[in-house]
């Protein structure tokens, strides 16, 4: 594959503007869709309609486990890193392959689960949500690859916009659009009549869904294969084992030294801030006593409008600026945007406050995400690049994640404000992380 020109160190802004015309970022955009559509299927979306069709919602939180398929991608990463798939391999080389394999599996699960009817079959709903869900982690492996193999790092901030900008649109789609779909589809109950759970019209949803991922299936048939990475070959099963299992980390660690701490300490807490307070967010709006459609249209698409821009922004100053700077931009803009849900949570009900606040927390989220995804892109040798960033990005989550379960414990006892605060504080040890590893010697 013919390697684009090299950019000047510091590129004029027309410079900076054309990278995001180039193949490569119109391919990442169509490809991010594909990567971003099954996520809200088999988790946000999925526990609306269950919860239409009459589940618990003590079942509908167990279901939700589906989801950590996710954060377990790095398990199975090596083997898509290395293994080729029989014939499909050979036609459309290492990464193509698994991603029109895994693509086919999202479409199939998809169609399952649109067929099934949870009050009568339960359990086929949730085995083609976890095959969507294992699938969907498969194509984030072999895509994150992909792009890290497609452009110089100089370009890897513009493709992970362009992938956020796809990956955003599609969750608008999964998630409004789904809804929006499934409310066409609905026979008007009769006058006076109580509504009731309609399988039909969610068939027809999540048939569409499942047609919708023929924008990632065609993308990865028109493009090329990125230039192929010569693995030396194995001599028997051990070695072949070795290469594909121990190698990734070895080789980050041989590359990184002593620094690999550190990085990765960067790794596991960059997010912390969005993270634990993300998780507070919804029963932050239910208590303000904001209703589902003013939540829907603020948070849900004005919200991922705002987060576009923001990882548009990112990714244009990650080329003029560096990666680490917006790093560092980026962690500062998601802390102090944390101080505006504490205003806001002594300011009551006010839509317009509300826009406010998601519009600056949104556009800070866009920015460090734009700049974290060039970071851990950067960081990943490309003999391993599917299994070393599936690594990162599931460790940037563990510790997030592990500390937000404990945030409702925490607003019971001291309330939203000083929540939210904290969270902002948890930012702090991020900036001083951020400016030790800026100091390491390029590697």
């Known amino acids: 594959m013919t390697s684009p020109t090299a950019l000047p160190e510091r590129p004029s802004w027309a410079q900076t503007v054309r990278v995001y015309l180039e193949p490569a970022s119109l391919r990442m955009f169509a490809l ?260 589902k459609d003013e939540v829907a249209a603020v948070t849900k698409v004005y919200g991922v409008i705002m987060t576009l821009v923001g990882a548009f922004i990112g990714g244009a100053l990650s080329l003029r600026l560096g990666v680490m700077r917006v790093l560092m931009l980026g962690a500062v803009l998601s802390a102090a945007s944390n101080l505006l849900f504490a205003w806001l949570a002594g300011h009551g009900h006010d839509v317009t406050a509300l826009i406010a606040v998601i519009s600056a927390d949104n556009l800070a989220a866009g920015v460090a995400s734009a700049a974290f995804i060039a970071y851990l892109s950067s960081l990943t040798n490309v003999s391993y690049s599917a299994t070393q960033y599936a690594l990162f990005s599931s460790m940037m989550l563990l510790a997030p994640k592990w500390l937000a379960g404990y945030s409702g414990a925490f607003v019971d006892a001291w309330g939203y404000p000083t929540f939210f605060l904290a969270t902002a504080a948890l930012g702090v040890p991020v900036l001083l992380l951020i400016w030790l590893t800026a100091r390491l010697s390029p590697r």
Not at 94 to 110: C, D
Not at 240 to 253: M, N, Q, S
Not at 265 to 288: C, E, H, Q, T, W
Request: proline share 5%; net charge positive.
């Open 32 to 291: 991010g869709f594909s990567a971003g559509l099954p996520l809200l299927l088999v988790l946000g979306t999925l526990s609306f309609r269950l919860r239409e069709a009459g589940l618990d919602r003590t079942t509908i939180g167990y279901l939700s486990w589906v989801g950590l398929a996710y954060g377990f991608k790095w398990c199975w990463a090596p083997l898509v890193d290395r293994l080729p798939i029989p014939l499909l391999t050979r036609w459309l080389g290492r990464r193509r392959s698994w991603l029109l394999l895994s693509q086919a599996m999202v479409i199939a699960g998809l169609l399952g689960m649109a067929m099934a009817d949870p009050r009568q079959d339960l359990e086929l709903v949730v085995w083609c949500a976890l095959a969507v869900a294992f699938a969907s982690a498969t194509q984030d492996i072999a895509l994150d690859a992909f792009r890290i193999e497609s452009a110089d790092a100089q370009r890897q901030g513009a493709l992970a916009a362009t992938y956020q900008t796809g990956y955003r649109l599609a969750m608008i789609w999964a998630g409004a659009g789904v809804l929006w779909l499934a409310a066409r589809a609905e026979v008007a109950p009769v006058a006076g009549a109580v509504p009731v759970y309609q399988q039909a019209a969610w068939a027809t949803a999540y048939s569409v869904m499942a047609a919708s991922m023929a924008v990632g299936v065609l993308t990865v048939l028109l493009s090329r294969e990125p230039a192929r990475v010569e693995l030396p070959p194995a001599r028997n099963l051990g070695e072949w084992l070795k290469g594909a299992l121990v190698e990734p980390f070895a080789d980050f660690l041989r590359r990184h030294g002593r620094d690999a701490i550190l990085i990765l300490a960067l790794i596991g807490v960059y997010r912390i801030s969005d993270v634990v307070m993300g998780i507070m967010a919804n029963p932050f709006y239910v208590d303000m006593g904001y209703t």
